[in-house]
């Protein structure tokens, strides 16, 4: 999951994080944790969708009116949690048609998708929203804009972030349809060995006795990160794909018998920002493969959702095309 979390933040273009798994495995934990390592992001002043003051392209209608000079402020990146139940006014933004008429003004409240623009947007229990506001979220992740439309009105504004959904899929499917619009799935057990559970205990332990202090002792190993986060997303547009690795990304997609050519778009994508983030500039079969689990393991056809089948299968394809 962090593997997939960071691979997200080096190319926010790789469409999302699938995690499926049980309770209490420090999901939630993780998305808020990659999000406070990430450097604060440069945001105009008072804006509600949060633009980016170097980016006078893709202002929204507030920032773009006036000609007035903009004011910028440091701000985290947003992790926003959507929960069940929310209504569509509540994801996307509520236009007041009645306020808009009589006072001739666009009077949109913004929703929970202009908070989590440029940041996060947090789904526990993905599995058990409503088809039409997963449909919606998708489609918005997708194009990277949200647009509102009420009896001829019109309103949109940029919203663009890492969809990161998780669920126990014993507790509701996924609709395939959906599974594969995801970029990458990842499976969280709870940890089985001995070292593991004792190193959570203590850690957490650490934490609940002085905050302050753990963050403290973390602080040198979190700025590594990010650097290294920061160092591999300038890196990304220049580092290259060969041919002989796309290829291999085809020949495994065809084994597996992924639908469409969303399996070799996504594997090839996070296998490029997978070597930026581990400095390298040329993409070679090593990133293929520890990429290809969480790219693919969600696309293969299926009619029960077991998840350790599928890794296995994805598995055994790596094995056969790269040679065990
Ligand atoms: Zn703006």
Redesign the pocket.
Known sequence: MKLALLIAAVDQTIGGVLVFGDRGTGKSTAVRALAALLPPMR??AG?????APEKPAG??????GGGKRHRAALVPVPVVDLPLGATEDRVVGALDIERALAQGVKAFEPGLLARAHRGFLYIDEVNLLEDHIVDLLLDVAASGENVVEREGLSIR?PARFVLVGSGNPEEGELRPQLLDRFGLSVEVATPTDLPTRVEVVRRRDAFERDPAGFAAAWAPEEAKLRRRIVAARRRLDDTTVPDAVIEQAARLCLSLGTDGLRGELTLVRAARAFAAFEGERVVAAPHLRRVAPPALRHRLRRNVLDETVATTRVERAIAEVFGA
């Open positions: 945001v105009i804006c509600p969708y949060a633009c202002l929204c209608d507030v920032c773009r504004h």
